[in-house]
């Protein structure tokens, strides 16, 4: 393939570029951002907050990746005096050991499950009601949806292996996502990329080149005139804080009566804030209807259990709703292979989290870009014979 143009340098955008560029392809990358990254980006600091992901799953296809091309580390080892401070909350109290080897057990020996069955029914079927609340509310912390029991059961099956995987899948990048977004970026320049930012693209570029639109879905149906281009994701608050140091706060505090997740992240990685501060940040999906300080209020709850004293140590605060921004969610009898297509025809191709690709969250991302370059390369390997043959006959 000889050119390409990507809109969007987000993680997504910035994996399609490199997998084309070492298939020696001339690339042209379009953020509208004054910086790359799109939700990968890092805060500037004092408090070096994400504004999406923090956990990088060791399980993904993502991850080998990055390591093959030396791009992953370095990693915030969580130490493991800090590991034994995981809390689950329940009824109103919090507890150290979880509730979790029943449920691991029951889903280890567990068939696929089914895709057309709620994860409520499946899960209740085969554990009791109980353990599939339980499970569901874990489920949270790797899909961001306020009724994980209301979903595919096939879809959440998945997500909770992954979360509730022994050891751990994940890590965490040291100074942030952002961190991960610069060496990507480096390593697209090595590669001759060029790398257009506060460079926004109100329509398809005219010159018949292959396009991969790799911006967030909404924006995508934006740019291509095409509504229907949509898939239903999560709606979260969340709360940053950074608080005065206390010996002995939790590392993470996981609601199990419904999904609500609060981690304090200097436990991995002590860089993202100043020396005597912690950062912590409580995620809490809440439904089309709730208010934002309904998530609020339930993370307080949380940190009131977990955090004693946070109130007077806190030093720093943000909210927001993370609306539509977590990834794909799957409804029962649909499953990624039902999503808008990578490929939409005429040397177009859609990439993110809401398309037709397997993984988890930005594994959606990743696996649709080196899928998209792969559908590109190919339509171009094609239509280079087809010439030749035309060639051939003319001559
Ligand atoms: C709160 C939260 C927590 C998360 N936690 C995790 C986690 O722990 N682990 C994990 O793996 N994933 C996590 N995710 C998901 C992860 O953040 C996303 O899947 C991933 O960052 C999406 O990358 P992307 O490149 O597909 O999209 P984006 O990051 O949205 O990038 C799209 C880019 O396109 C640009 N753009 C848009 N329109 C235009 C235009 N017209 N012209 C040019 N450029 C344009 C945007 O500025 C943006 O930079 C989380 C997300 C959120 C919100």
Redesign the pocket.
Known sequence: MRKLTI?????????AAITAAEAGTRVTV????R???????TAEGPYLT????????SG?P?WTWLKQRGLLGPLAPLPAAEAARFRFHRAGALHRVPPLGLLRQALRTAEQAPVDVDFRTWATGLAGERTARVAAAYSG??L?HHDPGSLSARFVQERLHRAASLPPE?HFVRGG?GQLIDRMAARAWELGVRIETS????DLPLDGGPVIV???LP??A??LGDPSLAWESGR?V?LDLALRTRKGDPFVVSDLDAPGWVERFTAQDPSLAPAGQQLI?A?LPIGPDASKAEGVAHAERLLDLGFPGWRERTVWRREAV?QG???AVDRPGTTWRDRPAVDRGDGVYL????VAAPG??????FT??VEAVSLALRADLVGRHHQHGLDLKRA
């Open positions: 809109i969007g340098g987000g993680f997504a955008g910035l994996t379009h953020e509208a951002h910086t790359l990254g799109g939700r990968a980006r994400n504004e999406g992901p923090h956990a990088l799953y993904g993502h912390v790797a961001f994940a996502w460079s926004r693209v109100d790799a911006t967030a924006a995508a934006r740019l979260t969340l940040q995620q993370s921004r977590t990834g990439v993110g989290d809401q988890v969250l930005s594994e959606v991302s649709s870009a």
